[in-house]
């Protein structure tokens, strides 16, 4: 049995999305500068990927 110590999740929180469900308006910082990126600025103009993986060199 895993145990996690000092970490808290927010998965009992929130609610999951179902398909064809709109996604939550979020933002992110951007890799260059003060740049940001918010969902809802995209929203209607142009499609959305968002790619999630471990950091790069690590052995998962």
């Known amino acids: ?11 009992d929180r929130t609610q999951t999305l179902k398909v064809g469900d709109a996604a939550p308006d979020f933002e992110l910082p951007g890799h260059r500068g003060g740049e940001k990126f918010k969902l809802s600025d995209a929203r209607g103009k142009k499609n959305v990927v968002l ?7 690590t052995p998962v």
């Open 1 to 11: 049995m895993a145990v996690t110590v000092g970490r808290t999740s927010t998965a």
């Open 51 to 57: 790619v999630f993986y471990p950091l790069d060199w």
